[in-house]
């Protein structure tokens, strides 16, 4: 039971910043895409929960480390764990600029047990993207609030209406920031 709710979970939790910028030319998306990606890199951690469907109300935490791809300018990794008491799943995440796209991955893809990035657009401190597994078609929303605050709502289309059934609220681990050292 828990697997396969796990990954529902995991994946929709990944999601936190991934994104694709199909609404704007390739040449104007890309410095403001990839600044909102330098944004939201770094360890974060909250509680979400489940809002609809067979596990409404079921409630979870995730830890996320987000960090840049090292083999493209625009785009994130992301690794880390969600859990619902004391059951944990590992999740990670990679999205890529493509084209004037991003392309996505979450878990293993659509193909295995995750979601397909299919879709999106950065708009200032908040991201919309598409996502997809077989027939089921929905929408991350992420938005910051200011530097070190996340709010995020996962929705799914049902018939023309999209129904949120996820969401989530996530803090900056202020712990987890390096601090410099001293020099005498």
Do not use: H
Not at 49 to 60: C, D, N, Q
């Amino acid at each position: 039971m828990y697997s396969r709710f796990f990954s529902l979970l995991g994946g929709f939790a990944i999601l936190t910043v991934a994104t694709t910028s199909a609404m704007a030319p390739q040449a104007e998306a890309a410095p403001r895409d990839k600044a909102f990606f330098q944004s939201v890199a770094g360890v974060w951690k909250g509680p979400g929960e489940i809002v609809a469907g067979k596990y409404k109300g079921t409630k979870f935490s995730c830890n996320l480390t987000g960090a840049a791809i090292p083999d493209s300018d625009v785009g994130i990794k992301l690794d880390g764990t969600c859990r619902v008491g004391v059951f944990q799943q590992p999740m990670s995440a990679t999205i890529a600029q493509s084209g004037r796209g991003y392309t996505g991955k979450f878990l293993d893809g659509a193909e295995g047990k995750g979601l397909d990035i299919i879709s999106g657009s950065v708009s200032g401190d908040k991201v919309v993207m598409g996502i997809n597994r077989n027939q089921l078609n929905g929408a991350m929303v992420a938005s910051l609030r200011g530097e070190n605050k996340m709010n995020i709502t996962i929705s799914i289309k049902v018939e023309d209406q999209m129904v949120p059934v996820i969401g989530l609220s996530l803090d900056r681990d202020m712990d987890s920031i390096a601090v410099g050292s001293i020099k005498e």
